[in-house]
């Protein structure tokens, strides 16, 4: 499944610094704009995979209903 997010990258000195503006956390520098377009969708996935990993550990024993939602924005 596919979603689309908003990289902010910024030039600062030698090096580009971006973060993801919908996701507290998500951030990295690179040397070159590719190379911090490919950290910044890493870090983005390994923050996503951590933060359900964290909920499901601290939350194994409530009884829960999980549903997917979509939004249109």
């Not at 998500?26 to 951590?50: C, P």
């Amino acid at each position: 499944m596919k979603r689309k997010f908003t990289s902010v990258i910024e030039k600062q000195g030698k090096w580009y610094v971006g973060h993801i503006e919908e996701v507290p956390g998500v951030n990295t520098q690179g040397r070159t704009l590719k190379e911090v377009r490919e950290n910044l969708k890493e870090a983005l996935q390994l923050i996503i995979v951590a933060n359900r990993e964290l909920y499901q550990r601290s939350h194994a024993d409530v009884p829960a209903v999980r549903e997917s939602i979509e939004i249109n924005i």
